[in-house]
């Protein structure tokens, strides 16, 4: 297939090579225009010197910007450059309002739209290990899913426009609690005199086990916070799972607290750090 991929940072270089890899025709393009030199270095196809001329003829569209402005500006910029009845697949984390805004400027153009954030983080994209959560018309789906299964462990049609990011919310606030949980664990641990190391043996394997705990404890006991999901990207998250809780009336009495302490870990300077820097506020002197 004729794919146009927009946005190659962390999650979206890795994710267009495997789809290079799947052997579809691929034309990139990036903000910065390196990336995708880079891109077409490491992967063949074409870099396109603007989002139109990268979509150009294209029958999917996909990408993975930075937020609701990054991801509207692409949209509209390649919707006319796109095949009739193309597909635009949008993996950037947005509000659902913005979902719904650019699948009604879609069907409008005669193409469709499907939201499809995603979960798993750099190592999941480069491991096509990703969970896609999808919002859209099923036939829109089904195209969009034969295709981005390429760098996805579970792809999941949710519902209707907007549906992807709802539950994309859905996700960053079972985090949120339980990365704010997990710190004040370890802070506890500390503080008892226990051994970080023995505890994780002890608990781990019980009720109190979590992906968090498993692929976190290690890297916050030694106070290693410099790689993974970025706290300025987690607030952006938060800020549109707020806005949507304020529309729904659901009370997010732990998030909106743990949304707050991330606003200080970026005070101290952790605007790069991964979510678990939680425990570093914690640990301040
Ligand atoms: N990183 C994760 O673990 C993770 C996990 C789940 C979801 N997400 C979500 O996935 C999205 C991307 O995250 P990321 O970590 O890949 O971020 P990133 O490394 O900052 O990548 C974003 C890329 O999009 C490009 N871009 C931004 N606006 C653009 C535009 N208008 N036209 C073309 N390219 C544009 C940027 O170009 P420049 O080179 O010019 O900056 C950058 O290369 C975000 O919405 C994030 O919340 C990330």
Request: glycine letters at 12%.
């Amino acid at each position: 297939m004729k794919v146009a991929f927009a946005g190659l940072g962390v999650m979206g270089f890795p994710m267009a090579g495997h789809l290079a890899r799947a052997g579809h025709e691929m034309a990139v393009f990036n903000r910065s225009p390196q990336k995708a030199e880079r891109w077409v270095g490491a992967h063949g196809g074409r870099a396109g010197p603007s989002v139109a001329a990268a979509a150009d003829g294209a029958q999917m569209l996909i990408l993975c910007v930075g937020n609701d402005d990054d991801a509207r500006g692409v949209v509209s910029q390649a919707l006319p450059a796109l095949a009739p009845g193309a597909v635009i697949v949008d993996h950037t984390t947005t509000s659902a309002r913005v979902a719904r805004e650019m699948a009604a400027l879609a069907a409008e153009s005669g193409r469709a739209f499907v939201d499809a954030p995603v979960s798993g983080g750099q190592a999941g994209a480069e491991n096509g290990q990703l969970t896609i959560m999808c919002g859209g018309d099923q036939a829109a789906y089904d195209r969009a899913a034969a295709v981005i299964g390429a760098y996805a462990k579970a792809v999941r049609r949710m519902g209707e426009a907007g549906a992807g990011q709802l539950t994309k919310m859905v996700n960053q606030i079972c985090i949120a609690g339980l990365v704010q949980g997990l710190s004040e664990a370890l802070h506890f641990a500390r503080r008892a005199g226990l051994d970080p190391d023995e505890v994780y043996e002890a608990v781990s394997k019980g009720a109190a086990q979590s992906w968090q705990m498993d692929n976190r404890w290690k890297t916050m006991a030694e106070g290693r916070f410099d790689f993974g999901f970025a706290v300025d990207w987690m607030r952006k998250d938060l800020g549109l799972v707020l806005e949507e809780a304020q529309a729904n009336g659901a009370r997010l009495d732990v998030t909106a607290l743990v949304d707050g302490f991330y606003a200080e870990v970026q005070a101290m300077g952790g605007n790069r750090w991964d979510t678990s820097s939680l425990v570093a506020r914690l640990e301040r002197p």
